[in-house]
């Protein structure tokens, strides 16, 4: 770069630059900030996260600055994919329960073909859930299709065919949003507690035979 060329940033002002040597991951620095990732392949981690951190920028929002129409974006991002972590993991648990071989679902991020599938193995392998609760899930979800059909809606302000995103230019109440998906979170989150005791009780089973 040329020495006598215009300066990026003013040097008066208190803002971070990069430098060289910087390190993106080290143990050092604050001990406060210090994370340990797990080190097993646990889904559960990763479907408990992004809705904790749905969640926490929720309730960032409740300041009523304008913020929270940029917080929309990631929120609903973080919602959805919360979403379709908790589907894909009640199927790979039910898959086990059937003694299948776990199914790829790293292409398929329909939220209404992973409740198809879903609906079916809870029916199967849960004790007599409500058809009311089941039709209320599979409708929330719906209506999350129908505003984010490939989970780039909130990403992009266009998707991979050229559409706008669902979310310009839409009003919502991100209050109710965030309750409605709530009270589907936790019906899914129940029903993957009830299969954890449903495979413990098999293998007690089996290890009594």
């Given at each position: 770069?040329n020495?006598?060329?215009?300066?990026?940033?003013d040097?008066?002002?208190?803002?971070?630059?990069?430098?060289?040597g910087d390190?993106?991951?080290t143990?050092?620095g604050d001990?406060?900030?210090?994370?340990q990732t797990?080190?097993?392949?646990?889904?559960?981690?990763?479907?408990?996260a992004?809705?904790?951190?749905a969640?926490r920028?929720?309730?960032?929002?409740?300041?009523?600055?304008m913020?929270?129409?940029?917080?929309?974006?990631?929120?609903?991002?973080?919602?959805r994919?919360?979403?379709e972590l908790?589907?894909?993991?009640?199927?790979?648990?039910?898959?086990?329960?059937?003694?299948?071989?776990?199914?790829?679902?790293?292409?398929?991020h329909?939220?209404?073909?992973?409740?198809?599938?879903?609906?079916?193995?809870?029916e199967k392998?849960?004790?007599?859930?409500?058809?009311s609760?089941?039709d209320?899930?599979?409708d929330?979800?719906?209506?999350?299709?129908?505003?984010?059909?490939?989970?780039?809606?909130?990403?992009?302000?266009?998707?991979?065919?050229?559409k706008?995103?669902?979310?310009?230019?839409r009003?919502?109440?991100?209050?109710?949003?965030?309750?409605?998906?709530?009270?589907?979170?936790n019906f899914?989150?129940?029903?993957?507690?009830?299969f954890?005791?449903?495979?413990?009780?098999?293998?007690?089973l089996?290890?009594?035979?």
């Amino acid at each position: 770069m040329n020495d006598s060329a215009t300066p990026l940033l003013d040097d008066k002002l208190d803002i971070l630059w990069p430098q060289k040597g910087d390190a993106l991951v080290t143990p050092s620095g604050d001990g406060f900030f210090l994370v340990q990732t797990r080190s097993d392949e646990q889904w559960e981690t990763y479907v408990a996260a992004y809705r904790m951190a749905a969640e926490r920028l929720v309730e960032q929002t409740r300041d009523g600055t304008m913020s929270i129409n940029w917080l929309v974006f990631p929120i609903v991002f973080l919602y959805r994919h919360f979403l379709e972590l908790r589907l894909k993991s009640l199927i790979w648990d039910a898959d086990a329960l059937d003694k299948k071989p776990v199914r790829r679902l790293d292409k398929t991020h329909s939220l209404v073909e992973l409740w198809a599938i879903c609906r079916l193995a809870i029916e199967k392998w849960s004790d007599n859930p409500p058809t009311s609760d089941l039709d209320a899930v599979g409708d929330t979800l719906t209506q999350f299709q129908d505003m984010d059909p490939r989970s780039q809606a909130a990403r992009y302000t266009k998707d991979t065919a050229g559409k706008p995103s669902g979310l310009l230019g839409r009003q919502l109440n991100l209050k109710t949003f965030a309750e409605t998906v709530t009270k589907t979170g936790n019906f899914l989150d129940a029903v993957s507690d009830e299969f954890s005791r449903v495979s413990n009780a098999l293998s007690e089973l089996s290890d009594g035979s």
